[in-house]
């Protein structure tokens, strides 16, 4: 599920954006999952001139941490094989793709 509110005032816009993920398996073989989560994010643009704008956003508003995508190295494990395999690792996952940090960005956008 997507959430995009935006509001736009003269020349200034604000946003936000709300993304919910289920439980989702991180593995082919169903054996390791991601808990549910929301992605978040909020910014606002300025257009200044027709030809500059400024912008702010803000990335995961919710300061989550966590893994997204996949873990290749547990693809082929058993459910019991993927469990030793935490434990080994000391409960945590080593590899994997993890959800953005927060984080605050700003921009500048000149048209010729």
Do not use: C, H
């Amino acid at each position: 599920m997507e959430i995009d509110p935006s509001y736009t005032w003269k020349d200034l816009r604000l946003w936000a954006s709300a993304r919910y993920f289920s439980k989702q398996t991180v593995s082919r073989s169903n054996t390791l999952y991601i808990a549910p989560r929301w992605e978040t994010f909020a910014g606002l643009n300025y257009q200044v001139n027709p030809s500059l704008s400024i912008s702010a956003t803000v990335v995961n508003l919710l300061n989550q941490s966590g893994i997204s995508g996949s873990v290749d190295a547990t693809n082929l494990y058993t459910e019991e094989e993927a469990k030793d395999y935490i434990n080994r690792a000391g409960g945590l996952l080593m590899t994997g793709t993890y959800i953005r940090p927060f984080t605050v960005e700003f921009g500048l956008k000149y048209n010729f």
